[in-house]
């Protein structure tokens, strides 16, 4: 199983929130992901469990699953499986 990954706040980032610290940085990470982490404890903040809505600070550590468990976003049905 591959390891979390790990991310240190800077000082630019002090007092936002998770959720915008993530669309920030991490773009690609849909706010669902980021809720779906929350709900099954695999977000953290500095080793605790974390909600999108926690206020970061500067020197935090945040953690989330590894590149590999982040799912993929599905494609909308084609259009030949509509008809």
């Known amino acids: 199983m591959a390891e979390p990954r790990t991310f240190t706040v800077s000082e630019d980032d002090d ?5 915008r610290w993530f669309k920030r940085h991490a773009p690609d990470i849909s706010f669902n992901i980021l809720s779906r982490w929350s709900r099954t404890g695999q977000l953290k903040l500095n080793g605790k469990r974390a909600t999108p809505g926690d206020r970061i600070e500067a020197g935090q550590t945040i953690q989330v ?12 049905p084609s259009a030949s499986a509509s008809r």
């Open 15 to 19: 007092g936002i929130r998770l959720d």
């Open 65 to 76: 699953p590894a590149a590999e468990a982040t799912p993929t976003r599905l494609q909308g």
